[in-house]
């Protein structure tokens, strides 16, 4: 079975600041890793996913995520976070079908970032 | 793509009372997933369909839920004799797949449904 660990359950950060959001992952197998980001009230967004290939992987609005084998983590960054990043930020991972395609996801418990002036 | 389609977005519903969303997949995802998401917590995996097909049940899903996507195309997710604990989120998303396309699942702005 998988399981996804995010450490910190809010990060508060001053705007321009960088930030990272830790997601540790438990699995058996390979698998693919995703970020996603969820405003208030509304459904989740994919910022940025890990299928193979480079470990350090780029997504939108200025967001990067490396993915570490040996530590079983794919941690979350950006280097100067803006007022607009203020969300929660779910890291998930998926098996890997015989097919190449993800299967279902499995999420943390989300980090919320709450970025101040 | 206009987008994963969820409506209501909103329920109110008595405890004991029938209620049904609806989910219509971005166009030609033949992949279509439901989810609940509770507040605090991470979204948790009930079931998804390939088609018509249902491939696969959380165990979350107990026999009160029942899931259908008759066409291949929308789906809904009935909810019987609604209890306290079944208010939260329910969140529809979608994929193409079989394949590589399939990695990216799209999810809709989700159904909130409050049981009193």
């Known amino acids: 079975a998988q399981s996804v660990t995010q450490l910190d359950s809010q990060v508060p950060v001053f705007e321009e600041a960088p930030v990272e959001l830790r997601c540790n992952y438990s699995s058996s197998v390979s698998v693919y890793l995703f970020w996603y980001v969820q405003y208030p009230n509304q459904g989740l967004q994919l910022l940025l996913k890990?299928?193979?290939?480079?470990?350090l992987v780029k997504g939108i609005n200025g967001f990067e995520a490396e993915f570490n084998k040996s530590q079983t983590s794919f941690h979350l960054r950006k280097p100067s976070v803006h007022i607009s990043d203020t969300a929660e930020y779910f890291c998930?991972?998926?098996?890997?079908?015989?097919?190449?395609?993800?299967?279902?996801?499995?999420f943390g418990t989300g980090t919320r970032l709450q970025v101040t002036l | 793509d206009t987008g994963v389609s969820q409506d209501p977005r909103h329920k109110i519903t008595k405890r004991g009372q029938n209620v049904t969303f609806r989910c219509d997949p971005i166009?030609?995802?033949?992949?279509l997933y439901w989810y609940r998401q509770t507040l605090g917590q991470g979204p948790e995996f009930l079931t998804y369909?390939?088609?018509?097909?249902?491939?696969?049940k959380s165990r979350l899903l107990s026999d009160r839920f029942s899931a259908e996507r008759p066409k291949g195309s929308f789906s809904t997710l009935e909810i019987q004799r609604t209890e306290q604990g079944d208010s939260a989120m329910y969140l529809c998303?979608?994929?193409?797949?079989?394949?590589?396309?399939?990695?990216?699942?799209?999810f809709g702005e989700g159904s909130w449904l409050t049981v009193v």
């Open positions: 998930a991972v998926s098996d890997i079908l015989n097919t190449g395609t993800a299967s279902k996801l499995t």
């Open positions: 166009s030609e995802h033949n992949r």
């Open positions: 369909f390939q088609n018509e097909a249902q491939l696969e």
């Open positions: 998303a979608s994929s193409l797949g079989p394949g590589r396309r399939g990695n990216t699942i799209y």
């Open positions: 890990y299928l193979s290939g480079s470990t």
